[in-house]
């Protein structure tokens, strides 16, 4: 009787566990589509003029709308769209009311050649961006290729002569029919919590399934000695 209670005890303590983890992911689920849903509300938001000053992270998806000229060189940051392939995304210094900044004005697909930016004045609207894609693993860019493996904001700032601010465009006025747009999105953001619940509950059924079977298999060696 004691060995069957300590299965018992092993079998529910066990599940109870796993069912706790998926209830903790049920929460993080939560917790995370609100964190989702902010910020696409303040992606979608009415554009603004760019602020004077900025905090990349209370400004951090601001839609902005500026207007000047592009200048200098355009850097290519190697990417994949889904659907599409290998490309580049298009990073050009933009002078604008005495201030500089980066613009991400789109994709195009790795083989076509890195579009020149409209001429003359052109209107910006697009949100603010400091991506964080660099780590110890990427590589330095190919200068010599104008090849980028990140938007490493203060580099390509250092390069293009502006302030470490990034614009990534949703629309130009002209447009660019040569670019593609590749706004900000929450699409790129992770959201596994429900595949991990499900995989926690999952568990925690087999986990309690095996210790019947096993419980059962055990009382039917007892009662057969």
């Not at 910020?39 to 000053?53: G, N, W």
């Not at 052109?122 to 780590?135: A, F, I, K, M, R």
């Not at 110890?136 to 010599?144: I, K, R, V």
């Not at 999105?185 to 926690?200: E, G, V």
């Amino acid at each position: 009787m004691s060995r069957a209670l300590f299965l018992i005890i092993i079998g529910l303590g066990g599940a109870a566990i796993l069912v706790s983890l998926g209830v903790w992911q049920v929460q993080r689920l939560a917790w995370k589509q609100a964190i989702i849903a902010d910020i696409d509300t303040r992606i979608l938001a009415e554009p603004v003029p760019l602020p004077a000053v900025l905090d990349p992270q209370a400004d951090a998806y601001l839609p902005v709308m500026i207007t000047g000229s592009f200048r200098g060189d355009t850097m290519r940051i190697l990417v994949s769209q889904k659907h599409i392939g290998a490309g580049y995304r298009l990073i050009t210094a933009l002078d604008t009311e005495g201030r500089s900044v980066l613009v991400d004005r789109g994709f195009i697909p790795v083989g076509q050649n890195a579009a020149l930016p409209p001429a003359g004045p052109v209107s910006v609207t697009g949100n603010l961006q400091w991506p964080q894609e660099t780590d110890g693993f990427t590589p330095e860019p190919d200068l010599a290729n104008n090849i980028w493996f990140a938007r490493d904001v203060p580099s390509l700032a250092q390069a293009l002569g502006t302030e470490p601010v990034l614009v990534v465009a949703r629309g130009l006025s002209p447009q660019d029919p040569a670019v593609t747009p590749f706004p900000v999105d929450t699409s790129r953001i992770p959201n596994d919590h429900l595949q991990y619940a499900i995989t926690w509950f999952s568990l925690a059924a087999i986990w309690l399934t095996m210790s019947l079977l096993f419980l059962r298999r055990r009382r039917g060696q007892r009662s057969e000695s």
